[in-house]
């Protein structure tokens, strides 16, 4: 069974840019849920959608947005990037009501220079 | 909101020794989920509880939950240079629901000399 699969792995952008970041969750998972992890901040939650709805949003600008696709494969996407935005993105998959755990992506490593 | 505190921040041990790292919640937890992350990757889910008293173990890791501390703790046995990473907590803020809006420590670096 294929785990959650981000894409890019690595990514470099210039101030002011946007970039789309790709989450496809374990297959038959309807759940997606973003994170941004930093040295300073750790894991903060950005987002989650759940059957193309998103159903809870954590405490970032609107320059942060996401969507999910009805094959539940999720993108989320962060225009005029700045400095603070380098991070690495993480998304998680599950399947609410059969098991409460959470699978993990490998993460996108998004540098702004 | 809930704040997750994890204790120690860093932990250097010999190999085979036993060790213990700690996660205490600022509210009431309803669900906890421990992970490991190897740096710079993703995470790799450990073990999940949800009942005041529960432990679980996986190899030579065990979990336990203290809800009316509102802390839990990850215990190592005989531990093991693959057992290196940095170890977080993550908590549901809510009923359990299922909403995986987690809130997470800001996590244990352990290093295991050989």
């Known amino acids: 069974k294929a785990g959650v699969t981000q894409t890019p792995r690595y990514l470099i952008k210039t101030r002011g840019q946007q970039v789309t970041l790709s989450c496809s969750p374990i297959s038959g998972h309807r759940s997606v849920s973003w994170y941004q992890q930093t040295p300073g901040q750790g894991l903060q939650f950005l987002f989650e959608y759940f059957s193309e709805t998103q159903r809870n949003k954590g405490n970032f600008p609107g320059r942060f947005s996401g969507r999910q696709f009805s094959n539940s494969r999720s993108e989320m996407n962060v225009s005029t990037l700045e400095l603070g935005d380098s991070a690495l993105y993480l998304c998680a998959s599950s399947f609410q009501g059969m098991s409460p755990e959470a699978f993990f992506g490998q993460g996108t490593r998004l540098t702004v220079v | 909101s809930q704040e997750l505190e994890q204790s120690p921040q860093s932990l250097i041990v010999q190999e085979g020794k036993n060790l213990t790292i700690n996660c205490t919640s600022s509210k009431t937890l309803y669900g906890l989920y421990w992970y490991k992350q190897k740096y710079g990757e993703g995470l790799i889910f450990l073990m999940m509880l949800q009942k005041g008293g529960e432990e679980k173990s996986h190899e030579k890791i065990t979990a336990k939950l203290d809800e009316k501390k509102q802390q839990s703790s990850l215990h190592i046995t005989a531990s093991q240079p693959s057992h290196a990473g940095i170890y977080l907590c993550?908590?549901?803020?809510?009923?359990?629901?299922?909403?995986?809006?987690?809130?997470f420590g800001k996590g244990t670096k352990l290093s295991v000399i050989p």
């Open positions: 993550g908590a549901d803020p809510y009923s359990g629901a299922g909403s995986y809006q987690l809130t």
